[in-house]
């Protein structure tokens, strides 16, 4: 019942995709202003409807329907109802389900807005959210349907969404229980964040299509979804920290990223994002660039459905694959359409789109800027040519060659370092001019404390040159950042009369943007620390220990005590569970436990590490084997980790960064015209 | 001429990238082969970076625990995901592998945790070299077990 009911409203969905798409374009074709409210009121529609649907979705998995294919295949009975609805998003068919429900979510919340003299937009953001709306449920209703049942016809169990001729409906006993890896809080978060962040870009990229199709071409698209990209990134990076976190806390390798496919193709849509969200700063404020917006936004959205398709679709062999699928090719076909489609709207407007000003000095703020964008997508060439290098290597040599981690680290990390380097001095540069003099007066103070702190490391912490130029860099940036923050607190005290402190959060308040930025800056200077500890200083050991034996690395001893194994029926797990004494230094400091958890369902183990974090150093032990009969003995691995906390404490620092500038100011119209800032840029320096 | 310094400074990004990108990719590119495949190189195929992937044999499955050494044999599958599709699947394909005893078969060596995944009928992706032992001393080693999670029909169903 449900299912049939769920399938129906998705086609009535569909079609009332169509009707929107339809009903927009001839409205503004015909400038008929009812028919767009039409096309918007079809828009607002599919939110109910496919929450409708999604309601039926959760309801089969809760209540145990194992009929469903999609529900026997991410369920089992076994499982608490909680992950029973997360499992939603836990199979192909589900997700992009999610997928259009949340689309179908942000375009509502979109069209919701007041328009007023924005209305020509309308017509043609509800098109591209519609088109994009209409792909997805399509391949959810002909290709990926969450809803097919199991029908037994003449001794075989087959997948239909409707009887075939003679068959009777087939109920599993049980499910197959959703792979325990993905039982973790942080996989049940992780996809929901990417998605979302995903999801959100495609309001920006819609926008972006009106003002090309409107002929509305000045930046009137990106101050209408500036808060839009910056949410979209805000999810997305949260996305791209939790499958970090999840990867450290239950993949049991000792590590967070490890060039995966899948993971970069979650990540190239974050570098051309985070390159929009710099360059149209530019725009705004200088006129400039705004063809290389345009091509950045468009990117950002081609990458957002290629993203999807990579991480869906199981082209490319990796932990996160899911099984081959006949989408593919549709997800290509997509993807180079919609593509093609955008670029031929922007030459078509190319002309329009020309510079107000010229970009004059190599060290002006839009200079530097440039530089960063240059350099984000360099680091995307990078990561795309690593992800189709097998591919353009078996079409022109016949051997598919890969290539694999070192290769990403090698030639990323000198443009991540000239990133660093970038986001400590381009907050110091001025708009339209500065000189090697006016910016080397603002930073030689930090500068010289970066070196004084670089040569104390070199002392006290390491030789290696790599690791110190990274620190050099880090400490640059944080001071010249604190640099910042004081300066401008000082500069209003004086000028108000206002004490330190309600100054500095004045002043942060009235430029949310600006010192949003900054606390961004400083979140990722504190992530490279981690980065930087776990790629120079990472050491581990091994071995097989006997009770009461100890093993010895990096200043702690770790002393293994005991072994302990049991049951959990409710959950159908098997804990092992080992006790282990850890000392640093002859100082006692408590116990950890790690452990191996048993999957009877799935049969499928699941080793989680114990883990003791510090700021200095994380000490990550995993258990890898053991010997029940004999004398408890247990093999384990231990990695030590050093500063990698400063990664998971950064992350937090940029939520915080992200959330601040994305705040809804009190009163968003009394934003400074362009003209009035670009006249002005000359003599305004670093303080605008 | 403010043009040419833009372009110029444009010009020597470009040529760093393109640098960086050509040099790593010689640093660390791994050649996909399969069982076949290096048997029939042979000692030509001995040091080189190989990223192998073969159906493990459950029974040849060894650990040994002091020493976190793994060993283990696998049979030779096909590289080439179509063709795999079309003899019926990853699942199917496996199966076979294991059970036809004409197969070349290489024995592989790894040291470190023994994976979760690790069982008979696996997929092993495989990342090392081969020694002159014949033996390939991986030093990453990726599993998919397809029986469990890409079965799309329910095992009630395939006894009747």
Redesign the interface.
């Known amino acids: 019942m449900f299912a049939e009911f769920g399938y129906g409203i998705l086609v009535v969905t569909f079609l009332v995709a169509l009707y929107s798409i339809i009903a927009a374009i001839y409205g503004a074709t015909n400038k008929s202003a009812s028919l767009v409210e039409s096309a918007r009121r079809a828009m607002l529609l599919t939110f109910p409807l496919i929450t409708i649907a999604a309601i039926s979705l959760i309801y089969l998995l809760v209540n145990d329907h194992?009929e469903v294919?999609f529900v026997?295949?991410v369920t089992s009975r076994s499982m608490p109802t909680y992950l029973k609805i997360t499992a939603w998003w836990g199979g192909q068919a589900g997700s992009l389900l999610f997928w259009s429900f949340l689309l179908s979510a942000f375009a509502s919340a979109v069209t919701l807005r007041k328009w007023d003299r924005d209305i020509e937009f309308l017509p043609w953001v509800i098109v591209v959210c519609s088109v994009t709306l209409m792909f997805f449920l399509g391949l959810v209703i002909f290709y990926e349907n969450p809803f097919t049942r199991?029908w037994?016809v003449g001794?075989?169990?087959?997948?239909h969404m409707f009887a075939p001729l003679n068959a009777t409906l087939?109920t599993?006993?049980d499910g197959?229980g959703l792979?325990p890896l993905l039982r973790h809080p942080g996989m049940i978060i992780h996809p929901p964040m990417l998605y979302l962040g995903f999801v959100s870009f495609v309001i920006p990229y819609a926008f972006a299509m009106a003002a090309l199709i409107t002929g509305r071409t000045d930046d009137r698209w990106i101050r209408l979804t500036r808060r839009w990209s910056l949410w979209a990134w805000l999810f997305l990076s949260f996305g791209l920290v939790l499958g970090g976190r999840w990867a450290y806390d239950v993949l049991?390798w000792g590590g967070y990223w490890g060039w995966d496919p899948v993971e970069i193709a979650a990540f190239m849509p974050w570098l051309t994002g985070t390159a929009f969200l710099h360059s149209v700063m530019i725009q705004e404020k200088r006129g400039l660039l705004k063809h290389w917006n345009m091509i950045l936004v468009i990117l950002t959205y081609a990458l957002v459905i290629f993203g999807t398709f990579l991480t869906r679709s199981g082209v490319l062999?990796?932990?996160h694959?899911?099984?081959?699928s006949p989408i593919g090719p549709l997800f290509m076909a997509f993807v180079a359409t919609t593509f093609i489609v955008s670029i031929a709207l922007l030459i078509w407007r190319w002309p329009e789109l020309r510079s107000e000003t010229?970009?004059?000095?190599?060290l002006s703020r839009e200079?530097l800027f440039l530089?960063n964008n240059?350099?984000f997508m360099?680091i995307l060439?990078?990561c795309f040519?690593g992800v189709i290098?097998?591919l353009i290597s078996e079409l022109f040599t016949g051997?598919?060659?890969?290539?694999?981690p070192?290769?990403?680290e090698?030639?990323t990390a000198?443009?991540f370092s000239a990133l660093l380097f970038l986001m400590a001095v381009a907050p110091l540069s001025a708009w339209g001019h500065s000189t090697v003099q006016t910016l080397g007066r603002s930073m030689w103070k930090s500068a010289v404390a970066a070196a004084a702190i670089t040569i104390t490391l070199f002392f006290t912490y390491t030789k290696t040159p790599g690791a110190l130029l990274g620190f050099f860099l880090i400490a640059f940036i944080l001071l010249v950042t604190f640099q910042e923050f004081w300066r401008g607190a000082r500069a209003r005290q004086k000028v108000q009369g206002e004490n330190f402190f309600t100054a500095l959060s004045r002043l942060m308040g009235r430029n949310r943007r600006r010192y949003g930025g900054y606390i961004i800056h400083i979140s990722m200077a504190l992530m490279a620390i981690g980065i930087l500890g776990m790629e120079s200083f990472q050491t581990s050991t091994?071995g097989?220990l006997k009770q009461g034996e100890e093993l010895n690395i990096s200043g702690y001893t770790v002393k293994y005590r005991e072994l302990a194994s049991w049951d959990d029926k409710g959950k159908g797990v098997n804990f092992t569970r080992a006790t282990m004494d850890i000392y640093r230094n002859g100082i006692y400091l408590g116990v950890l436990n790690p452990r191996?958890d048993y999957y009877y369902d799935?049969?499928?183990?699941?080793?989680i590490p114990g883990n003791r974090s510090t700021f200095r150093d994380d000490l990550y032990i995993?258990l890898?084997?053991?010997?029940p009969a004999t004398n408890m003995?247990?093999?384990f691995?231990i990695f030590v980790n050093p500063l990698v906390n400063w990664l998971w404490i950064g992350s937090l620092v940029f939520l915080l960064g992200i959330i601040f500038a994305a705040w809804p100011d009190r009163d968003p119209a009394e934003e400074p015209a362009r003209s009035q800032v670009s006249r002005n840029a000359g003599h305004t320096s670093a303080a605008d | 001429m403010q043009r040419t310094k833009f372009f110029l400074g444009g010009a020597l990004i470009l040529a760093a990238v393109v640098y960086l990108i050509f040099s790593s990719t010689k640093a660390s590119a791994e050649y996909f082969m399969t069982v076949d495949e290096v048997k029939a190189e042979g000692a030509s195929a001995v040091g080189k970076s190989l990223r192998l992937s073969g159906a493990v044999l459950g029974d040849t499955i060894q650990y040994d625990a002091d020493t976190l050494t793994l060993t283990f044999e696998v049979a030779h599958v096909s590289g080439d995901n179509n063709e795999i599709e079309a003899e019926g699947g990853l699942a199917k394909v496996l199966n076979e592998a294991v059970n036809d005893p004409t197969r070349q078969r290489i024995t592989v060596v790894y040291v470190g945790p023994k994976p979760d995944l690790l069982r008979g009928e696996a997929q092993a992706i495989m990342t090392g070299k081969l020694g002159a032992d014949g033996i390939f001393y991986a030093d990453e080693l990726l599993l998919k077990c397809p029986t469990k999670y890409e079965q799309a029909v329910p095992d009630q169903a395939s006894g009747s």
């Open positions: 194992y294919s026997y295949e199991f037994a001794g075989n169990v087959e997948p087939f599993a006993d197959r792979n049991g062999s990796s932990v694959a899911f099984a081959n010229e970009m004059k000095s190599m200079a530089l240059l350099l360099s060439v990078v040519w290098f097998p051997q598919k060659v890969t290539v694999g070192p290769f990403y090698r030639a000198p443009l091994q097989a191996i799935s049969q499928q183990n699941m080793t995993l890898v084997d053991w010997q003995g247990a093999t691995k």
